[in-house]
């Protein structure tokens, strides 16, 4: 290790606690891919005799464990992801309940650029622009796993969970950004430079890359003046007090709890240094803003390994 990785090892650890994860053999990352492409914690287990909870190394819940609350979906964060998993979940008729660890409301997305990557979205189409399916999934996994792809490969070197976690991607973003325009929630617009040119994607030289421009989005204010991560986050927080979502702010989650079926059920939390417990009836949902896997490499290996939480 060359002393700037030593230096950024060290931190990484001062900041976050963690030291960072030595990037593993490729056998290795393929090895521990039995979680998949699972978006829920709580979702059936792809490896039969390990649940997603007990992979985590969760606890059991208690006998006769007494709970302040309960609710079908609990999530956890209020950054884009985390806002997004509950206004669809509120959609699907579930009860929702919302919690931040910080005093406001956005995570770390409050403090973004706010820029969403959705490929073939509806902007995107209405502008001519095309965005060829094949190309931009060889063009995602390039750049998600490099060490993987193979261009000529059924599955582009990736194994069948990844390969249908980025296709997913690919197939179902921008409807996820057109239902919430439809709702009303989320108004959104190209990013561009100051100089009014549409900003280039992240690679845009790549051959895989056949849709240079148009994959980036930004949410557009009420001056129709495109916004960073505040404005998405007035807009999204917005749709979750309407669509009656609970939010608890300074309430930080301390540890995941299972149930006799080894599924993650309930969760102690503590605000305002007292302590309980939420209980949750059907799933539960943490999310992760992208923010935090630029700035600690040992989260991106956890992602990248299936080790995902």
């Not at 599955?155 to 996820?176: C, K, M, P, Q, S």
């Not at 006799?260 to 417990?277: D, F, I, Q, T, W």
Request: overall charge neutral.
């Amino acid at each position: 290790m060359d002393k700037g990785e030593g230096s950024k090892s060290q931190t990484e650890t001062a900041v976050t606690g963690v030291p960072p994860l030595e990037e593993p053999p490729l056998e290795s990352i393929q090895r521990r891919r039995f979680l998949g492409a699972s978006a829920s914690l709580a979702s059936a287990a792809l490896v039969p005799a390990l649940s997603p909870g007990l992979a985590l190394g969760a606890e059991r819940v208690s006998a006769g464990q007494q709970w302040d609350q309960q609710t079908d979906l609990l999530v956890v964060g209020t950054g884009a992801a985390g806002s997004c998993a509950a206004l669809f979940g509120r959609r699907a008729g579930a009860s929702v309940l919302l919690i931040e660890k910080a005093g406001y409301y956005g995570g770390t997305t409050q403090k973004s650029q706010g820029a969403y990557w959705i490929p073939n979205n509806a902007l995107m189409r209405e502008r001519g622009l095309e965005d060829p399916r094949d190309d931009a999934l060889r063009y995602m996994a390039r750049l998600s796993f490099p060490q993987l792809y193979q261009a000529d490969h059924p599955t582009l070197g990736l194994d069948e969970a990844d390969f249908n976690l980025i296709a997913t991607f690919y197939d179902h973003a921008a409807r996820v950004v057109d239902d919430l325009a439809a709702a009303g929630v989320l108004r959104s617009t190209f990013f561009r430079g100051l100089d009014g040119t549409d900003f280039p994607d992240y690679y845009a030289h790549l051959p895989e890359n056949r849709a240079p421009i148009g994959r980036i989005l930004l949410p557009l204010d009420e001056q129709n003046r495109p916004g960073m991560g505040a404005e998405l986050i007035r807009q999204l927080h917005t749709g979750v007090v309407d669509a009656g979502v609970q939010v608890k702010l300074s309430c930080r989650a301390e540890r995941l709890l299972l149930d006799e079926l080894g599924e993650v059920s309930a969760m102690p939390y503590c605000k305002n240094r007292k302590r309980g417990g939420f209980r949750q009836r059907r799933v539960y949902s943490q999310s992760t803003n992208a923010a935090q896997f630029s700035a600690r490499p040992g989260l991106r290996w956890l992602h990248r390994s299936g080790r995902r939480g």
